[in-house]
DNA sequence: GGGATTTGACCAGT
DNA sequence: ACTGGTCAAATCCC
């Protein structure tokens, strides 16, 4: 059957706008019935649209990046002397432990995308991110060896943002890329490094939305995604399923609210890049061209209604790590309430 | 020359 | 013991 992209559009819509009711409701202290109604009509809205979008695939088509790693040719190996034959250093352990610990305290994989490079791409697109790679290695089972990256600014702004590349065993034109860590850089220097962190994250939300209006393909190839329900799996972008470390145990409902609607925003602020000038959606393997400005007004609205509802930030990364809740969070948040 | 990548070695978790 | 993740010297590229 085929599904219009409006449709999905206008299911969206809806669940928005009931959220924004459910929010009204909470500030003005509707009973807890009345939410558990809104809150079940939001889930059905997400839930229709979830199975309109059967499966999902986010492909960037011709994206220049990473050409040039494609292009040079793997070097021989390297025989490297280092540590060979030499005394295990008391102070290197010493930092490994700590690096360990710190790895461990990383809030978990927090994004799983496919990445379709497009054909005649040897790697996964541009996600509007430097990254450097540390690391490469040979997956048991997986024919592809899975590449560790972690952001370019690590050093210099600390931001512990890491991705690994794994090239799909299905189609090796699908990358599979899992994101950890929030970044805490900034994607680009400001011109006024004296700028407020708000007009940062304004900056930030403006780059990702001109991201999102130029260059984002989305297709669906009924793929599977991490989900905590099979029933609501395969979407081009994962909720937060997985719980975080509830550093705040008084979230409120708001909080919840904005990361849920963070994971939405976050299914079209899936970072991606391309040259290509229009947005389109496929469901059950066959795209379909999106109104642009349909989802530019989706996106926007959703921007807004994240900063109507209070959100401490509009990062969408950060916004999937600092809440925890899954998809069945608004009756919990409900039932929380009662 | 500096930054990015490659790749064998090392380490911790299971 | 095995595996995935990371380190860091060597090397490449601009």
Not at 198 to 226: C, H, P, R, Y
Request: aromatic content about 8%.
């Amino acid at each position: 059957m085929e599904v219009g992209s409006s449709m999905v559009v206008e299911e969206l819509a809806r669940g928005r706008e009931m959220t924004r009711q459910l929010q009204a409701d909470i500030e003005s202290g509707s009973s807890a019935d009345t939410c558990r109604l809104l809150a079940k009509e939001i889930l059905s809205a997400f839930d229709k649209s979830i199975s309109m979008v059967t499966s999902g695939t986010i492909v960037v088509e011709n994206s220049s990046a990473n050409q040039k790693a494609a292009k040079s040719p793997l070097r021989p190996l390297a025989k490297s002397p280092c540590r060979e034959g030499a005394a295990p250093d008391s102070e290197v352990q010493l930092q490994r432990r700590v690096m360990c610990k710190k790895r461990k305290m990383l809030p978990k994989w927090t994004s799983q995308v496919r990445l379709d490079s497009g054909p005649g791409v040897e790697g996964p697109i541009d996600d509007g991110y430097k990254w450097r790679k540390y690391g490469q290695k040979d997956i048991l089972g997986a024919e592809h060896p899975r590449g560790y990256y972690r952001c370019t600014h690590r050093n210099s702004q600390g931001c512990p943002a890491m991705k690994q590349v794994q090239r799909s065993d299905d189609n090796p034109l699908v990358f599979d890329v899992t994101y950890r860590g929030a970044h805490t850089c900034r994607k680009r220097p400001l011109a006024d490094a004296s700028a407020s962190q708000e007009s940062q994250q304004q900056q930030q939300n403006q780059e990702l939305l001109l991201s999102f209006q130029t260059g984002l393909k989305v297709k669906t190839e009924g793929l599977d995604f991490e989900s905590p329900e099979p029933s609501s799996s395969s979407l081009p972008f994962s909720f937060p399923s997985t719980p975080v470390e509830s550093t705040n145990p008084s979230s409120t409902l708001d909080d919840c609210l904005v990361g849920y609607g963070g994971a939405f925003s976050n299914a079209f602020f899936s970072p991606a890049t391309s040259e290509s000038n229009y947005f389109s959606m496929a469901y059950g393997g066959q795209t379909l061209q999106a109104a642009e400005s349909d989802f530019t007004e989706t996106v926007s609205a959703m921007a807004t209604w994240s900063a109507t509802a209070n959100s401490p930030m509009l990062d969408m990364d950060l916004l999937l790590e600092s809440v925890d809740l899954d998809l069945e969070f608004p009756f919990d948040a409900c039932s929380f309430l009662s």
